[in-house]
């Protein structure tokens, strides 16, 4: 009897180690919009809180969040994300690159938080050690605290058609519109 705890004592605690380390997945989308779906993902493995977590431009479905989600860390190269009525968090590092984000809200935190080109139709609020500011179009509110030990770079282009709102109590500078002029709509 005593045999057979311990064995399933073992399962469960390598069961829940194996929860615990990350993997990539990237969206394929190829069966539905359904984020909970295994065949929308690269691996055939729905992606959970440890993992990253890519969109690129070329899925035949756009992800679509059917509940509340967190991911470790998550890029967004071209493609749509829906976030219906409901929240993604991401902990990590964060790439805006391109693509379309709306409804919903973003709460991010992580070390990097990069928005380079992505339009953004949901609320975002943001905690990270420093962030990239270079070209996208925010449409809803922008709430965005720095604590970082390294600079914040922005080379402008940014569109902010709602309120913006930062926080900065990081150790460096936090720099916005160095090259090109950032437009604050919503003030």
Not at 13 to 40: E, Q, R
Not at 145 to 172: A, P
């Amino acid at each position: 009897m005593q045999t057979k705890y311990i064995l399933t004592t073992m399962l469960l605690v390598l069961s829940s180690v194996t929860h615990l380390l990350s993997a990539s997945y990237i969206w394929t989308g190829t069966s539905s919009s359904n984020w909970n779906t295994a065949g929308n993902w690269s691996s055939g493995i729905i992606p959970g809180v440890a993992d990253f977590i890519t969109l690129n431009s070329n899925a035949p479905n756009n992800l679509v969040l059917d509940q509340n989600r967190t991911v470790a860390n998550f890029t967004i190269n071209g493609d749509t994300l829906d976030l219906g009525t409901y929240t993604l968090t991401t902990t990590g590092v964060t790439y805006f690159n391109g693509g379309l984000v709306s409804n919903g809200n973003l709460n991010i935190s992580g070390s990097l938080c990069h928005f380079g080109g992505a339009t953004i139709n949901a609320r975002i609020e943001a905690s990270c050690g420093y962030y990239h500011m270079n070209g996208g179009v925010f449409l809803k509110p922008v709430v965005l605290v720095s604590s970082g030990t390294s600079n914040t770079t922005g080379t402008g282009s940014n569109i902010f058609e709602d309120s913006l709102t930062i926080t900065h109590s990081g150790v460096f500078y936090f720099t916005m519109g160095s090259s090109t002029n950032d437009f604050l709509m919503g003030l």
